[in-house]
């Protein structure tokens, strides 16, 4: 049944011209301006699109955009699904599934997250490192996952250390500032409590985030190699906590978005 509904979703978007795209690109919520640096041959909506599922957040635009960026042919999710959502976890991560049927062999993916590190501060971007699933699920645990690849699939390196350096390499040289570490992905939407950010403290996470976690353990079921950045748009400090205002969020990621396109353009290049 999966698979068909794949197949179908597959067909439809070969047929509108997604051919041989080498690199996919999910872009987090307040980070949609990498649209406006593509060639773009063919988008096509979510809803337009057989067994998709849409976007329901505001700040993400649903839509699939296929064209060319620094030389190379991309697929880019303009809006991701979150479990928040009410979808499950083959929704959520059913456009990495239908970028790697399209044949892409790099999956590059952004976020809004917060800062549990209290080193790092607003507006910073962070390279991820590593994760932890506290979405307590994973998208491989259902009947067919062995039709799509290894049950048991490793993650001993989730996101590629190589491209990691290259990212740090052309941070270095376009004077970015880019943070480094582990990533917490939570069920949202409600944000976290002084207690649930005392106890990621304790768990020496860096940022937390709803997202990007499942996108990334399907990406490595399918042998994709990965690479995450969070784009840090508040601070989240248990002793000194205030509460959220989400057109702020939507406006720090705003401001840092262009480091982040450097970042991605570049790398592209290289790869």
Known sequence: MKKQQLKETIDFLKLKGFQNPEIG??????????????????????????????????FHSGKLVYGILSGKKVIVMSGRFHLYEGYNHWEVTYGIRTMEQLGI????????????????????????DDHLNLQGNSPLAFAEVGEFGERFADMSEPYSKKINEVLKSIAKQNDIKLQEGVYAGVFGPQLETRAEYR????????AVGMSTVP???VAKHLNLTCAAISVLTDECDPKNLAPVNIEEIIKIAGKAEPKMIILFKELIKEL
Do not use: C, R, W
Request: charged share 15%; proline share 3%.
């Open 25 to 58: 690109i999910v872009l987090g919520t307040g980070l949609g301006l990498l649209i406006n640096e593509i060639v773009i041959e063919q988008e096509v909506a979510y809803t337009d699109i057989p067994h998709f599922p849409n976007a329901t957040v505001e």
């Open 105 to 128: 062999n790099t999956l590059l993916i952004s976020n809004a997250a917060g800062a549990i590190n209290l080193s790092y501060k607003k507006g910073d971007i962070m390279l991820i």
């Open 199 to 206: 106890m990621l403290q304790i768990l020496e996470v860096d």
């Open 215 to 217: 996108e990334v353990i």
